[in-house]
C-alpha cells in the first residue's frame, strides 16, 4: 500500500514481517467472525478492496448477525462510489439482525445522500430514538430535519439533545446557528454565551459572538 511505500527497505522489511504475523494471528481465530472483519479492515486500509470484501463476507457467513461485518462492508462499497451496493449491504444487514440501531443510522445517511429525504428521516429518526445516548445520531437526525426544512422540529430535537448532553459543542453552535439565520438574535446569543462559557479558547465559538 502507499503508506509502506515510504519505509526504508529494513522498516520495510519489519513492517511486512509484522503483518504477516498479524495476518497469521487472525487466521488462527478464522473461526470468528470479529477475525475476519479485523482482516478485512487490513486490506481495506490497504487498498486490497476485493480481498477486504472477501474477509467481510467470510464473517458475515460465520455470523450474520455481527453488525461490524455489514457496516465495514457498505463503507467500502460506498467509498468505491457504489451507493446502490453499500444500501443494498446495510438492508442485508438488517434483515441478519433486526432493527440494528448502527445499520439503521448508516442506511439513513444513504438515503439522504441519494435525496431520498422522506425514507431518510425515518431511519435517522429510529436511530435517534433507540439510542439516545448517542448524541451523533441525534445530531444527524435534527439536521437532516432541517435540511427538509422542518425548523422547528430540528429545533426541538436539539434542545432535547442538549438537556441529554449538556455543553455539547455541536448542539450549541448549531442551536445558535439557525436562530441566527432566522433573525433572532437574542436566542442565539443564550446558545453562544453557554458555547463560550464551556470553550472559552474555541476560535469558532468566539468568532460567532
Known amino acids: 500500500g502507499p503508506a509502506e511505500a515510504a519505509l526504508e527497505p529494513a522498516q520495510r522489511e519489519r513492517f511486512e514481517s509484522a503483518l504477516a504475523e498479524y495476518v497469521a494471528g487472525q487466521r488462527f481465530n478464522a473461526d470468528r467472525p470479529e477475525a475476519h472483519t479485523s482482516l478485512g479492515l487490513l486490506y481495506a486500509v490497504r487498498g486490497d478492496t476485493a480481498t477486504a470484501e472477501t474477509e467481510y ?81 441525534t445530531y444527524v437526525y435534527a439536521i437532516a430535519l432541517h435540511s427538509a426544512g422542518r425548523e422547528q422540529a430540528a429545533l426541538r430535537e436539539l434542545e432535547q439533545g442538549l438537556e441529554q448532553h449538556p455543553a455539547n459543542r455541536e448542539f450549541l453552535l448549531t442551536l445558535a446557528s439557525i436562530h441566527l439565520d432566522a433573525g433572532r438574535r437574542d436566542d442565539a446569543l443564550q446558545y453562544l454565551a453557554q458555547a463560550a462559557q464551556a470553550y472559552p479558547r474555541d476560535p469558532e465559538v468566539t468568532g460567532m459572538l
Open 57 to 137: 463476507r467470510k464473517a458475515q457467513a460465520i455470523d450474520p448477525s455481527y453488525v461490524p461485518a455489514w457496516v465495514n462492508l457498505a463503507d467500502l462499497q460506498r467509498a468505491r462510489g457504489d451507493e446502490e451496493a453499500s444500501r443494498a449491504t446495510l438492508l442485508e444487514g438488517l434483515d441478519a439482525a433486526p432493527g440494528d440501531t448502527t445499520l439503521r443510522h448508516a442506511l439513513g445517511l444513504s438515503l439522504a445522500r441519494t435525496g431520498d429525504l422522506p425514507a431518510a428521516l425515518k431511519e435517522l429518526e429510529a436511530a435517534a430514538r433507540a439510542a439516545p445516548q448517542s448524541a451523533r445520531y
